[in-house]
């Protein structure tokens, strides 16, 4: 599976971005698709995942503020953010799971400004 992600930026505090990830290649194989983010010098943590089933899990830092959804393909995948503080600045990594196998893709920046 392949995946592009689009749609970072900068923007300021309270600021919307929406944030859109392709799949290609096996993607009826895909069991959950997400996203995950890692700022400076932090580990890599998941933000948001949508099951085959369009189940849904967030970070609790996110919850109320981000919407992760399909797009009008079904190897689409949205993450609208919302209400956005500085500590969401990260490079934001799409993620697919297919059975064992982990795909991940290049990551897109948004900055939150204060």
């Known amino acids: 599976v392949q995946l592009v992600e689009s749609g970072g930026g900068l923007v300021k505090t309270g600021g919307s971005l929406r944030l859109s990830c392709v799949a290609s290649?096996?993607?009826?194989?895909?069991?959950?698709m997400g996203w995950y983010r890692q700022a400076p010098e932090k580990q890599r943590e998941l933000v948001a995942v949508i099951t085959a089933s369009d189940g849904t899990n967030y970070a609790d830092s996110v919850k109320g503020r981000f919407n992760i959804s399909r797009g009008i393909t079904k190897n689409t995948i949205l993450l609208e953010m919302n209400s956005l503080k500085p500590e969401d600045t990260a490079v934001y990594y799409c993620?697919?799971?297919?059975?064992?196998?982990?795909?991940w893709g290049q990551g897109t920046l948004v900055t939150v400004s204060s």
């Open positions: 290649g096996s993607i009826f194989s895909i069991d959950k």
């Open positions: 993620h697919a799971l297919t059975g064992l196998f982990n795909s």
